[in-house]
């Protein structure tokens, strides 16, 4: 039983650029939220997405956007990169209804903005 | 506002020595979730335990045992006979939700765990 997949692993962008991160989520999951952590800090969270609709946000710019899609896959999107954005960006997968715990994380994706 | 606070930045060890991480958090909920994560180097953050505010009772799960006190706001992790395996950074969270499964997690700093052979 596949946990959560996030691709790329690793991703070198120059400022100004944008940025799109996958996510697919534990199998019978039908919850996706992402998580910035930067270096040396605990994650923050930026926002979470349930039958296609952004849910919940967190204290993030606009520039932050996402998406789900029918099979319960998301993408994380970020508009004119800052340095500030290089960070280890988690996606967290859960069942909306509940039933067993909880959250299941990924391993990430280490974005680097040069 | 919701905060969790772990003032142990890094703890070094050696092997077979027990070790506590203090958390504390604020809310002003009286219904929450407190959680403790796992992070090794892959990045993956692993689950541990979680309480929900209502369940003061504390638990021991094979080396690993949490003491909850809402008294005084603390949710404390200890590992008994550590392992060098343990090596790791470690979280604690809270989530205000009703439902452990939605709530946005609010994240502490972080303890690095060192333990050496």
């Known amino acids: 039983d596949a946990g959560v997949t996030q691709s790329p692993t690793h991703l070198i962008k120059t400022r100004g650029q944008q940025v799109t991160l996958r996510c697919s989520p534990k199998?019978?999951?039908?919850?996706v939220s992402w998580y910035q952590q930067a270096l040396g800090q605990g994650p923050q969270f930026i926002f979470q997405y349930y039958e296609e609709e952004e849910r919940q946000r967190g204290n993030f710019p606009d520039r932050f956007s996402g998406h789900q899609f029918p099979n319960y896959s998301s993408e994380l999107n970020v508009n004119a990169l800052l340095l500030g954005d290089s960070a280890l960006y988690l996606c967290a997968s859960s069942n909306y209804r509940g039933g067993s715990y909880g959250y299941t994380f990924g391993s990430g994706t280490r974005l680097t903005v040069v | 506002a919701q905060k969790v606070t772990q003032a142990q930045t890094e703890i070094s060890v050696v092997e077979k020595e027990d070790v506590t991480l203090d958390c504390v958090y604020e809310?002003?909920?009286?219904?929450?979730?407190l959680f403790w994560y796992k992070q090794p180097p892959s990045g993956e953050l692993v689950f541990l335990i979680r309480r929900n505010s209502f369940d003061e009772q504390n638990e021991i799960s094979g080396r690993y045992s949490w003491n909850f006190q809402k008294s005084t706001s603390s949710f404390n992790f200890t590992i008994t006979a550590s392992q060098v395996v343990d090596s790791a950074v470690y979280f604690c969270?809270?989530?205000?939700?009703?439902?452990?499964?939605?709530?946005?997690?609010?994240f502490g700093q972080g303890t690095t765990l060192q333990v050496k052979p």
């Open positions: 199998s019978g999951h039908d919850t």
């Open positions: 809310t002003r909920d009286t219904t929450y979730y």
């Open positions: 969270a809270l989530s205000e939700d009703g439902s452990s499964n939605t709530g946005k997690l609010i």
